[in-house]
């Protein structure tokens, strides 16, 4: 079992950078993949991007690819999301999430809600013109 913690979070402009922690103790043992995925007010959660756990392989919504990198650090336990480039309608609550081992991790090059198990309580991103 993994319990996503995510972290950084906050306030900056357009054009502006964040980088998100998700600190999960034990995800590569536990989880088949990692996932961000954010939540809009009046708007469905909808998947941000994705990494394999063991291979690294990455995958990214259309909408933030070549301004979002997902990556890891399994000896801190830890993925990120380094935004970049950022745009008002990025503004969400980001959350980080796990998939077991027998649950997809992708569809469409996209995660999906109904594939991750367990959730991190989210970490707010407001991005301001």
């Known amino acids: 079992r993994v319990q996503p913690v995510e972290s950084g979070g906050g306030s900056v402009q357009a054009g502006g950078s964040l980088r998100l922690s998700c600190a999960a103790s034990?995800?590569?043992?536990?989880?088949?993949?990692m996932g961000w995925f954010r939540q809009a007010p009046g708007k469905e959660r909808e998947g941000v991007a994705c990494i394999y756990t063991g291979g690294g392989s990455t995958y990214y919504a259309d909408s933030v690819k070549g301004r979002f990198t997902i990556s890891q650090d399994n000896a801190k336990n830890t993925v990120y999301l380094q935004m970049n480039s950022l745009k008002p309608e990025d503004t969400a609550m980001y959350y980080c999430?796990?998939?077991?081992?027998?649950?997809?991790?992708?569809?469409?090059?996209?995660?999906?809600?109904?594939?991750?198990?367990?959730w991190g309580q989210g970490t707010q991103v407001t991005v301001s013109s």
């Open positions: 034990g995800y590569t043992s536990s989880a088949k993949c």
């Open positions: 999430a796990a998939a077991d081992w027998a649950s997809r991790c992708y569809t469409g090059d996209v995660p999906r809600t109904y594939d991750y198990k367990y």
